[in-house]
């Protein structure tokens, strides 16, 4: 019978690789933090309905790639593809909108979509995103986008570019819609089945085909910039001229309609071309009429998402600092094993301490050459026979220095000098 395996498109995530991750979103938080996010936490499940209406009937999302179920009640259910409804639900369902505006949320969680899996993409992935529910102005959609580049560069990664583009709002993107559909009409012929099938859908969605007789055919397509309406065109040159006043150098990209059918004004990504045809790195933009469309009150919004996997790929191949313990407790007679565990816990309890402990019978020479390999600042000797029983002998391994200490107090020593960094 052959080994089972994780599922096709999921990943195990082991110690050192888990570590890197924490490191990540750590590093996130603290950014989150300095610009006044707070974290919000959504079910990994929502109705299906959420995202039919909020994501849109006509986007891959729910066309071809969600996880629906019903339930033993007969609920029609879908695992979360992406973390902005959900947010907004949060958002009308508990009456975010009553407290003082924007209301700035992140999240750090898991999204389900059956995609084909490719590098840093897979079924099961995790996303950090931001949202900023409450505000039109185009100051926030800038904030959301530094929020992201300082992520990147407190991670290290370089050679990024940052993509822009405006889809218009209710007032100005019905009439290009309708000019772009008759244009694709008049080429219809030269478009593959999916975007035939966009076109009736939502033509927008046509700028997101990697076909390249489509790609032909859009490259001469009308452009949204060019038939905003003035609200918007105003909207848009102030998020250019603050993302330049930043030193962010936006590109305006007329392709970057985004994968979901919420999107009003700016929509943007950062990309890098060291991870080939799949650069993405993280994007969003902004939804002014998703809560509103989902049951809520009118309420403009803007954020983003950012896959780790992606951000992983795109730091490059710096391992994770080696997992290192404070202290290592070794027990010197077999009598002497449950003394040995129960001072490891106390080290444990009263100080931030990371301590380790032989819990598979090591001989003596076995349990300092773990200590070793553990890197332990200093090593603990239980069961000594030249000491009392109710003493304990401490090697510093920086120093070479060796204390003999009560066995009572040396928990509150050791902490002591932890601190103190020995």
Not at 372 to 397: I, N
């Amino acid at each position: 019978m052959s080994a089972l395996q994780a599922p096709k498109g999921t990943y195990d995530m082991l110690p050192d690789a888990a570590e890197r991750r924490d490191g990540i979103v750590r590093t996130a938080a603290r950014v989150f933090a300095a610009h006044g996010y707070r974290r919000i936490v959504t079910p990994e499940f929502e109705d299906t309905a959420l995202f039919e209406r909020g994501v849109g009937e006509a986007t891959d999302i729910v066309r071809k790639e969600m996880y629906t179920f019903a339930d033993k009640g007969d609920r029609l259910l879908t695992l979360r593809p992406e973390g902005t409804a959900p947010v907004c639900r949060a958002y009308v369902e508990h009456g975010l909108h009553k407290l003082p505006q924007p209301v700035k949320l992140w999240y750090h969680a898991p999204m389900f979509r059956y995609e084909k899996p490719q590098s840093g993409r897979y079924r099961e992935h995790y996303q950090l995103g931001v949202e900023a529910l409450g505000s039109p102005e185009p100051t926030v959609d800038v904030e959301v986008i530094a929020v992201l580049a300082a992520i990147f560069a407190e991670l290290g990664i370089a050679d990024l570019r940052l993509a822009v583009n405006s889809m218009g709002d209710r007032a100005c993107r019905p009439a290009y819609v309708a000019l772009l559909r008759d244009y694709l009409r008049g080429r219809e012929q030269e478009l593959c089945g999916d975007c035939r099938e966009r076109l009736e859908l939502n033509p927008l969605r046509t700028f997101d085909c990697k076909v390249e007789t489509c790609r032909a055919v859009l490259d001469e397509a009308p452009r949204i910039v060019d038939h905003l309406c003035d609200d918007c065109r105003d909207h848009f040159d102030r998020v250019l001229g603050l993302l330049a006043s930043l030193d962010l150098q936006p590109e305006v990209d007329y392709r970057l309609v985004r994968g979901l059918d919420y999107y009003t004004r700016t929509t943007f990504e950062f990309s890098c071309d060291r991870l080939g045809a799949q650069s993405g790195v993280g994007g969003g933009g902004r939804y002014d009429g998703l809560v509103e469309q989902i049951g809520g009150p009118p309420t403009p919004g803007v954020g983003w998402g950012s896959g780790l996997e992606r951000i992983t790929l795109a730091m490059g191949d710096a391992s994770p600092a080696p997992y290192r313990v404070d202290a290592y407790v070794a027990c010197f007679d077999d009598a002497a094993r449950d003394r040995a565990f129960l001072l490891a816990e106390s080290v444990r309890r009263e100080c931030p301490a990371a301590v380790e402990l032989d819990l598979l019978g090591r001989s003596p020479k076995g349990q300092l050459k773990q200590a070793s390999r553990l890197g332990a600042a200093a090593v603990v000797f239980v069961g000594l026979s030249e000491l009392p029983a109710d003493m304990v002998r401490v090697r510093l391994l920086g120093s070479g220095e060796e204390l003999d200490v009560p066995a009572d107090g040396a928990a509150a020593w050791l902490c002591e000098r932890l601190e103190r960094g020995l």
